[in-house]
């Protein structure tokens, strides 16, 4: 018999026959899973189940390749608090949405904490958005596909880093960038300093550029492309502007 | 155990929400048992229904007549139109004789990870409704799920250029309930939705 408890995200909900439900959430010590839950469909289960809530989950199963059951138990209904906002919304659907792309049953523990850590602020707009973009590169980061925003990658030089190459994924100084400026990606200050918060088209930039990467690299795999709740992120932040 | 008619019967009435094949199974005893009093009725209404359901070409409610009697009702306050999912939330509306306006169903919600995209919903036809029968008011009254508040506001944005007034229903604490019993959700949206007495 295998079983766990641990806390958990829930990244989506899928009815299955009247009451129950399939659900796929997000732990730090097991990483993706999915399980069957018992009244998962219900009224009483239902609003726990929103995607980027927090949960208890328990999950069973007789052998672990089994898709097991799981029980729930309510936590913090992130999604209630964002429900009338929606930047935050549309970015809390992407948020979910980018993270099934994970692999299934491996746990990325750095990941959890950051997306716990996105999660607490969703109170603060300004504070999320750039938050949102270094998701991105953690996610990024933590299925191979880092970038590498130490140094540039012509000079070598860390000073004046100001763009980032779109073959590469390494950052590139403002003088060895000037000649090439046009095809490469910006590089906002706030993604090389904690210190620094994002100004302008800073979120923006930041956002085209985790983009490019996620979906060259990642989702190209499968030839799916980029999931759609993030395409529809990024133009209600481009049609109704970020607040700097 | 039985006939392949009963069977059949058996199998198909287990598909209904609510029921699973051992209360099908009962059903189908008792309009066996009940003949003429339960079974030749429900056939026929059964074949009525069939072949006179239609979906309101208008609204996307189902009823008996296109336009249904709620689009063709001439009291009904056509300024109105209140936005809903599915049919049933409309139905539930009704019941409660909550709205004297119009209705305009969805088909569903715009759902990313099942591929429901804003095509495959009935939104042009609320868009036209919106610009063409002098509409004052549209009320978004989607679930407040996280999918059915995303499609409230994609319908805010849509129809923004037209200068309408759009509300939505309010979410919070239900008639009847008590705080201690309400699951957090429903509390943080309630303490958000609060307003001046």
Excluded at chain 1, 92 to 115: G, N, W
Excluded at chain 2, 49 to 75: E, F, V
């Amino acid at each position: 018999m295998e079983a766990w408890t641990a806390e958990a995200v829930i990244l989506d909900r899928r009815a299955h026959g009247e009451s129950s439900a399939i659900v796929d959430f997000f732990t730090r010590e097991h990483g993706r899973y999915g399980g069957l839950v018992r009244g998962g469909n219900a009224r009483r289960l239902k609003p726990a189940l929103q995607p980027g809530n927090m949960v208890q989950a328990s999950w069973r199963a007789r052998l672990s390749e089994h898709l097991g059951t799981a029980t729930i138990d309510p936590g913090r209904a992130y999604a209630a608090e964002v429900l009338t906002d929606q930047v935050l919304l549309a970015g809390l659907s992407a948020m979910c949405a980018l993270l099934k792309i994970m692999p299934e049953r491996q746990a990325y523990p750095r990941l959890f904490d950051t997306v716990v850590v996105l999660l607490e602020a969703l109170e603060n707009r300004e504070v999320w958005l750039p938050l949102f973009v270094r998701f991105e590169l953690a996610l990024l980061e933590e299925v191979g596909f880092g970038l590498d925003l130490t140094s540039c990658a012509a000079t070598g030089t860390r000073e004046d880093l100001t763009h980032v190459s779109p073959r590469s994924g390494r950052a590139v100084s403002r003088q060895a960038a000037a000649p090439y400026a046009e095809r490469m990606f910006v590089l906002p200050a706030f993604l090389l300093s904690a210190d620094a918060s994002p100004e302008g088209d800073d979120v923006l930039h930041g956002l085209s550029l985790t983009g490019h990467f996620l979906e060259r690299r990642v989702y190209r795999v499968d030839t799916s492309g980029l999931p759609a709740a993030r395409g529809r992120f990024v133009e209600i932040l481009r049609a109704k502007g970020v607040p700097a | 155990m039985a006939g392949d008619e009963i069977e059949e019967l058996v199998k198909y009435l287990a598909r209904l929400p609510g029921l699973g094949p051992r209360s099908a199974r009962r059903a189908v005893l008792t309009l066996m048992r009940r003949r003429e009093a339960l079974l030749d009725p429900l056939t026929a209404a059964l074949t009525a229904a069939r072949d006179s359901i239609k979906t309101c070409h208008i609204c996307g409610n189902i009823d008996t007549q296109d336009p249904c009697a709620i689009c063709a009702d001439p009291r009904r306050d056509g300024s109105v139109i209140c936005v809903v999912e599915d049919v049933g939330d409309l139905w539930a509306l009704e019941r409660a004789k909550a709205l004297k306006g119009r209705y305009h169903v969805l088909g569903g919600t715009l759902s990313a990870l099942d591929g429901i995209g804003p095509e495959e919903l009935n939104l042009a036809g609320l868009h036209a409704r919106c610009k063409a029968e002098g509409v004052r008011e549209v009320i978004l009254a989607t679930n407040a799920t996280v999918e059915g508040q995303t499609t409230a506001h994609y319908i805010s944005d849509m129809l923004a250029p037209l200068s309408l007034t759009i509300t939505r229903l309010a979410h919070g604490v239900p008639v009847g309930g008590e705080l201690d019993y309400l699951d957090d959700g429903t509390l943080i949206a309630a303490m958000r939705s609060r307003r001046e007495t």
